[in-house]
């Protein structure tokens, strides 16, 4: 079964500063997708960006960007310009290519990392 | 924003009743999900649906049961509420199973 790790319970940002939350997961399959999820105090889930593992690209969206190492089983998020709006929970989750034999729809979710921006 | 609502927000019951919880979407999306938000746990699947009356479990489905007789509504429902329930529930949707699943506002639930 897949795993999603993400060791970071907590961290913390100046406002303006760069900070780069940990991801890391476990599969036996070769394509399949990986997200970002934030989490605000309100608890809606919000799609912060989402990697597919045959691009090598890395994804961006704004100033979200992510560093997916496929060999490592690695998916970071790299938020730039951290604004005082961006503090959250932020989840990373992984889910298989429909494409796998079996494969399930579901999400497998991080535990989440609590994101903190200091004015 | 994904036109997807829940219904009621916060619920608190007791023990042993049957409670079941809503979610309505405006966007036709095939793929609906219910999951389950616990601390320490992140969301864990507990059913999904792949269309009108096609249900299928996740992974921690038991105590729980779904309806989907159209596409725009998908039932959660607690047959006997037990204080192992009491969690934030989420919905979300997604048009192909490929695609990125977008989630409702949660739904609260307490028992007691």
């Known amino acids: 079964a897949q795993t999603v790790t993400q060791s970071q319970p907590e961290m913390s940002v100046q406002e303006a500063e760069t900070v780069t939350l940990s991801c890391t997961y476990d599969t036996s399959e070769s394509d399949y997708y990986l997200f970002w999820y934030k989490q605000p105090p309100s608890r809606q889930m919000i799609l912060v960006i989402r990697q597919e593992a045959y691009k090598q690209q890395n994804a961006t969206e704004n100033r979200f960007s992510v560093n997916f190492q496929k060999a490592a089983k690695s998916f970071s998020l790299k938020i730039s310009d951290s604004q005082l709006g961006d503090a959250a929970m932020y989840f990373c989750?992984?889910?298989?290519?429909?494409?796998?034999?079996?494969?399930?729809?579901?999400?497998?979710f991080g535990k989440g990392t609590k994101l903190t921006v200091n004015p | 924003d994904a036109g997807i609502t829940q219904s009621p927000r916060h619920k608190v019951t007791e023990t042993g009743t049957p409670v079941t919880l809503r979610c309505h979407q405006t966007e036709n999306h095939r793929y609906m999900y219910w999951y389950r938000q616990d601390p320490g746990h992140g969301l864990r699947l507990i059913h999904y649906?792949?269309?009108?009356?096609?249900?299928d479990k996740g992974e921690v489905s038991d105590g729980y049961s779904v309806s989907r007789s159209k596409t725009e509504d998908f039932l959660l429902t607690l047959e006997s509420a037990t204080s192992s329930q009491t969690s934030v529930y989420f919905c979300?949707?997604?048009?192909?199973?490929?695609?990125?699943?977008?989630f409702g506002p949660g739904t609260r639930l307490l028992v007691l």
């Open positions: 979300a949707i997604s048009e192909l199973a490929q695609e990125t699943q977008y």
């Open positions: 649906s792949y269309g009108v009356k096609d249900t």
């Open positions: 989750a992984y889910r298989n290519s429909f494409l796998t034999q079996g494969g399930s729809e579901k999400l497998v």
